[in-house]
T-cell receptor, first 109, second 111 residues
Framework: GQNIDQPTEMTATEGAIVQINCTYQ??????LFWYQQHAGEAPTFLSY????GLEEKGRFSSFLSRSKGYSYLLLKELQMKDSASYLC??????????FGTGTRLQVFP | DVKVTQSSRYLVKRTGEKVFLECVQD?????MFWYRQDPGLGLRLIYF???????EKGDIPEGYSVSREKKERFSLILESASTNQTSMYLC??????????FGSGTRLTVV
C-alpha cells in the first residue's frame, strides 16, 4: 500500500522558522511535491524534489532523502499569510500523484 | 499560465440525482485527475486519465465514473448521488515535463 505521513497541525510565531516533515512509503517514486492550500482554495505549487538534497526558493526550502523516505519543507521569516495547509505529495510511476493528509500551519503575531 | 477550470464553484444536489462535474484545461496536457478532499483525509484520487477515451481507477472509484471524449475536458459523474459524496472535488492536469495544476474546486453538497 501507499502511505504518506505528516503532522496534522503546527503553530509558529511571525518571523520564526518552521519545519514540516513528511515521511512516505510508496511502491514507486518519481518525485515529491509540496503544495500550499489556503482555506477554500486550490492547492498551489511550492516545490518539487526528485534527487536527494535541498532545494531553496526564497523563504521556502525543501529537502529530500530517498533512502529514508523523508522530506521536509522549511519556511523562514514566517508571515501571517503563511497560515495555510501544506500538502506533501508523491509522484508515482505513470504520473499518478498521491497526497498526505496535510499539515495545518497557524502563524501567530 | 496553465488554467484548469471547473464549471461550478458550489453545487447542491438531491440524493439519487445524477451529477456531472466538468473540468477543462487549456494547455494540451495529457493527464487529468479527479480528487475529493475531506477534513482529516486529505486529497484522495478518484479517477485519472492519460489520454482521450482512457481512464484508470484511483483509490476510491466506487460510486463514480468519468468521461474523456476530448483531450481538454474530463468529466466526473456521480450516477446516483448520496450524502457521503458531499465533499470538495478538485480537478488537476499535468504533463510529463510539467507539474500539476489544480482547478479551484467544486464544493458539492448532497441533501
Amino acid at each position: 500500500g501507499q502511505n504518506i505521513d505528516q503532522p496534522t497541525e503546527m503553530t509558529a510565531t511571525e518571523g520564526a522558522i518552521v519545519q514540516i516533515n513528511c515521511t512516505y512509503q510508496t511502491s514507486g517514486f518519481n518525485g515529491l511535491f509540496w503544495y500550499q492550500q489556503h482555506a477554500g482554495e486550490a492547492p498551489t505549487f511550492l516545490s518539487y524534489n526528485v534527487l536527494d538534497g535541498l532545494e531553496e526558493k526564497g523563504r521556502f526550502s525543501s529537502f529530500l532523502s530517498r533512502s529514508k523516505g523523508y522530506s521536509y519543507l522549511l519556511l523562514k521569516e514566517l508571515q501571517m499569510k503563511d497560515s495555510a495547509s501544506y500538502l506533501c505529495a508523491v509522484r508515482l510511476v505513470a504520473d499518478k500523484l498521491i497526497f498526505g493528509t496535510g499539515t495545518r500551519l497557524q502563524v501567530f503575531p | 499560465d496553465v488554467k484548469v477550470t471547473q464549471s461550478s464553484r458550489y453545487l447542491v444536489k438531491r440524493t439519487g440525482e445524477k451529477v456531472f462535474l466538468e473540468c477543462v484545461q487549456d494547455m494540451d496536457h495529457e493527464n487529468m485527475f479527479w480528487y475529493r478532499q475531506d477534513p482529516g483525509l486529505g486529497l484522495r484520487l478518484i479517477y485519472f486519465s492519460y489520454d482521450v477515451k482512457m481512464k484508470e481507477k484511483g483509490d476510491i472509484p466506487e460510486g463514480y465514473s468519468v468521461s474523456r471524449e476530448k483531450k481538454e475536458r474530463f468529466s466526473l459523474i456521480l450516477e446516483s448521488a448520496s450524502t457521503n459524496q458531499t465533499s470538495m472535488y478538485l480537478c488537476a492536469s499535468s504533463s510529463t515535463n510539467y507539474g500539476y495544476t489544480f482547478g479551484s474546486g467544486t464544493r458539492l453538497t448532497v441533501v
